[in-house]
């Protein structure tokens, strides 16, 4: 769902962008409550593992396929607002390096793919796990639920702002028709590598989920053919419980997915690509401002082996976000260090 610069006219893109840059102040000053001496190191990795997966399109309709958004995602495991952060690093990686998603159209990229899949997955999220028993399956459920929401919902978005500022005549009742629907299956191939990934992580580390704490319910043991809560287990000190594990797995899964499984990805054109060329909307696209990019195309210039320069391409983008995302969070974690001391 990338947006290219042309589909947006100036003023819309504009606006968009004062939305954009809104948020991400809003984002960076929430994110000081959610990301502590457990998560801030992670924050980085899930914008990496983000940036991986996208590369990974699968088939989901005859000549359309999908790919990750990752909003729904990067909210439950790190929290909504450290989510937002993480797909926007991965958006303005992938614009100035790979030239993919116009830089005029950043802001329109940040607040569909970002903000709208952030939010509107984590409210459905919270809403679900307040109903659902306060189990780890319930959040797994949940979290699929809540990202096979969000992939129509930016669809839905993107046509609102296309109605508004789009630079083709085109019926809006057709995108809206072609953008939904394809998204819908998009939505369900989010919904299962979502709620694998967070099933995952909970099931090594499910202190390091942000969406599943406090939600464990008590162990009950039996006395006197009654049942009663268990004492309580005495808490492992953070620093005992290293996450350099989860961190080295994490990263190496994601070098793998972007180095290697990536050259396996469908080729067809993404859900907007294809709404773009069937209604004419692709006519106005205009030329990548980073086009002449050395990894633009998600390929190393120069080197003629698509096997190679692809997963070069995939393992560099893995590497620059990792180090930009940790960079943004661990400031964001100073500051509140900072924050917490004058507090004191």
């Known amino acids: 769902m990338h947006v290219p610069d042309g589909f947006i006219n100036a003023p819309t893109s504009a606006v968009t962008g004062v939305i954009a840059a809104g948020a991400l102040a809003v984002s960076l000053r929430g994110a000081r409550r959610e990301l502590d001496e457990r998560t801030a190191p992670l924050a980085g990795l899930v914008a990496a593992f983000i940036f991986a997966v996208q590369m990974l399109n699968f088939p989901v309709a005859a000549g359309t396929s999908g790919h990750l958004l990752g909003g729904a995602l990067a909210a439950i495991l790190v929290g909504p607002y450290t989510g937002v952060l993480c797909v926007s690093v991965v958006l303005l990686m992938q614009g100035i390096l790979f030239a993919d998603g116009g830089l005029t159209a950043l802001g329109v990229n940040i607040t569909d793919m970002a903000i709208v899949t952030t939010v509107v997955a984590y409210a459905v999220f919270r809403g679900l796990v307040q109903v659902l028993p306060r189990t780890r399956r319930s959040v797994t459920v949940a979290s699929f639920v809540a990202a096979l929401v969000s992939v129509p ?29 394809v998204h819908v299956l998009i939505g369900i191939g989010e919904a299962v590598i979502t709620a694998l990934t967070v099933g995952a992580v909970i099931a090594v580390r499910p ?28 808490p492992v000190p ?54 002449d990019s050395p990894l633009a195309g998600y390929g190393v210039k120069d080197i003629g082996d698509a096997r190679l320069s692809g997963g070069l391409a995939g393992v560099i983008g893995v590497g620059v976000t990792v180090v930009a995302g940790s960079a943004v ?6 500051r509140r260090a900072g924050d917490t001391a004058s507090v004191a």
Do not use: C
Not at 153 to 174: E, L, N, P
Not at 211 to 234: C, I, Y
């Open 153 to 181: 919902a930016a669809a839905v978005v993107f046509t609102a702002i296309y109605a508004v500022g789009g630079t083709t005549d085109v019926s809006i009742g057709k995108v809206a028709t072609a953008m939904i629907g």
């Open 207 to 234: 202190d390091l989920v942000h969406g599943a704490r406090g939600l464990q319910q008590r162990l009950k043991l039996r006395v006197g053919g009654e049942l009663v809560d268990a004492p309580a287990a005495e």
């Open 329 to 334: 969070f661990w400031a964001v974690r100073r």
């Open 238 to 291: 953070v620093a005992a419980r290293s996450h350099r594990g989860m961190w080295i797995t994490g990263l190496v899964t994601s070098l793998v997915l972007a180095g290697f499984v990536s050259f396996y990805a469908s080729a067809n054109p993404d859900g907007l690509e294809k709404v773009a060329t069937d209604q004419g909307i692709s006519q106005k696209a205009k030329p990548h401002t980073a086009s």
